[in-house]
């Protein structure tokens, strides 16, 4: 793949106010993408209209200013279902995040599992793909088994396909791993699992950075994500569910919005989507998602991929030059621009407190993935996320970097 | 003045003849590799302080009548700064500690170390310190 002419991201991080900073006196080198993006002048002037122009609350008023703000937000759900191919806008529940999407599911599924029920988990997932499952399980008595992962931070498909049974009622799995970054075989996880009638979920939570995932054609049964990390704010993400399934799913919290009739005897809640969104919404962050995605749609997720990809064999050929290096997880080929490392005798955290003295914001720790480290046996990895707006010399600095700690700590 | 607080002056001027963030860094990574500061018998569970990232362990013991204290963390840098805080804190009387205060360490510009998103289990040490001496300043015959 190659990237496209017309992208130049000079003109692109012009976009990204936050991109001129400094950190301790040294220009910002912002490579903790993954854990969240930054946030372009689109889309901050796309929150400050709201706030000036139309700020109401919305499916209520009969008022000029309800309805602006009422359009505006569904016209942001029918921007995310047209990106993601859902059938209908109602199959897209505005939530509050990942997190909160996989908990809504979880919780809904309370009714439908009973003892013996299997729900399988992949190894690669982030904690919040593997807590609300545990709790699932001690509810109703289902059993979590562990998909393992290979050395290579691939999943082990072949022992997939023994662990499938007609027990096996759920399937979670990330379409790209947050700690290592492989992009997971999740159509053939899709098919797999449904031969046996197994539902899957899938969080897209570090895909939907890089790749553009189209829910029908993958045929998931749900798939979810957080506009923190496409260049959209915090506290707003998204939750797709095949209309059946969000239909048989009991709603997740009560109060206004998600009900039809109230009375003491009895209520009726409200069809999709608003039987998941009870109360007021975060209105302004679903109207900037769904301008973040417009935004990194202008730009084009095949530049955004083949760009990326560039940055992480530059960055990974760079690494290579310390004697010391490990490299975490798969190849550059099967997997987004993520690397996850440390060096032979160092601590990680020793060497992201020195980086960040030099203006590099990579993450060390477990990213909320100690199943991982723990496959490793280390205490965490120092993890260097790429975005679209990161450049090659960017990657230098950082390379500096680096070399100044390892002669500091070595 | 006590000690404690003379102890935190002298670290503050020895900190004032370093230039820059990588000379202080340099000094704390020496203190971190040269000092064996914990039995590893005490490295265990038990004695554990628990950062998200990097690990610490504290021990204590009473010696006549000061609490003396011995500590050890995976991370060299988190190390460096607990040989400090040992410095001004171990071999001291249970009542100075628990009333010592810790701004020294913002004007060795060491302040980011405290704060929680390190996370690195240092504000839980410094707590931890003052918990172990309040537990043997509870101890002592009242007079």
């Known amino acids: 793949m190659k990237v496209a002419e017309r992208f130049d991201v000079t003109k692109i991080r012009q976009d990204f106010p936050i991109l001129n900073r400094k950190v301790n006196g040294k220009p910002l080198v912002y490579f903790d993408n993954a854990a969240t993006s930054q946030t372009p002048q689109q889309v901050i002037d796309c929150i400050v209209d709201y706030y000036q122009n139309y700020n109401a609350n919305i499916h209520r008023g009969v008022h000029a200013l309800s309805q602006e703000a009422t359009d505006a937000y569904e016209k942001a759900r029918q921007i995310i279902q047209q990106h993601f191919n859902a059938k209908e806008s109602k199959e897209i529940i505005l939530t509050a995040g990942t997190t909160h999407s996989i908990n809504l599911v979880a919780n809904g599924f309370e009714k439908f599992l009973q003892k013996g029920d299997e729900i399988l988990v992949s190894g690669l997932e982030h904690h919040s793909n593997i807590v609300p499952w545990q ?276 | 003045m006590s000690n404690i607080q003379q102890i935190q002056e002298d670290i503050v001027d020895e900190f004032a003849l370093f230039d820059d963030w990588m000379q202080r860094y340099e000094y704390m990574i020496e203190l971190g590799k040269s000092l064996p500061l914990i039995d590893d018998k005490y490295k265990t569970d038990d004695y554990i302080i628990k950062g998200c990232q990097s690990k610490v362990w504290v021990h204590a013991d009473m010696k006549e009548d000061k609490v003396v204290f011995t500590a050890d963390s995976d991370a060299i840098i988190t190390k460096g700064i607990i040989a400090i805080l040992i410095r001004v804190f171990s071999n001291q009387r ?50």
């Open chain 1, 135 to 410: 709790m699932l399980c001690e509810k109703t008595g289902a059993l979590l088994k562990v998909l393992p992962m290979s050395e290579t931070g691939t999943l082990n498909m072949s022992q997939f396909e023994v662990m499938l049974n007609p027990n096996t009622k759920l399937v979670m799995v990330n379409h790209v791993s947050n700690a290592l970054g492989t992009i997971n075989p999740i159509q053939e996880i899709i098919k797999k699992a449904h031969d046996f009638g197994a539902k899957v979920l899938v969080d897209g939570a570090q895909s939907a950075p890089h790749l553009k995932a189209d829910v029908q054609a993958l045929d998931v049964d749900f798939y979810t994500c957080s506009a923190h990390k496409i260049c959209g704010p915090t506290g707003i993400g998204m939750l797709y569910g095949k209309r059946e399934l969000l239909e048989a799913l009991p709603p997740y919290q009560g109060g206004g919005e998600m009900i039809d009739q109230v009375s003491f005897e009895k209520t009726t809640y409200a069809g999709l989507p608003n039987k998941f969104e009870a109360g007021t919404p975060n209105i302004c962050g679903g109207i900037a998602f769904g301008r973040a995605i417009n935004y990194m749609n202008e730009i084009g997720f095949e530049n955004i991929q083949a760009y990326e990809h560039e940055l992480l064999l530059y960055a990974t050929k760079r690494l290579e030059e310390f004697d010391n290096i490990i490299i975490y997880g798969t190849s550059p080929e099967q997997k987004t621009a993520v690397i996850s490392f440390n060096f032979e005798g160092l601590h990680p955290y020793d060497v992201g407190t020195l980086v960040d003295k030099m203006g590099i914001a990579v993450r060390t720790g477990h990213h909320c993935a100690q199943p991982i480290m723990e496959f490793f046996k280390i205490p965490g990895t120092i993890r260097a996320s790429f975005s679209f707006y990161n450049t090659k010399e960017e990657i230098d600095l950082m390379i500096d970097a680096l070399k100044k700690a390892n002669s500091m700590l070595l």
């Open chain 2, 94 to 143: 249970p009542k100075d500690i628990i009333e010592a205060n810790t701004d020294f360490i913002d004007e060795i510009g060491l302040k980011e170390h405290l704060s929680p998103t390190r996370a690195n289990g240092l504000v839980s040490m410094i707590k931890q310190l003052k918990m172990y001496a309040l537990g043997y300043e509870n101890k002592q015959p009242q007079n």
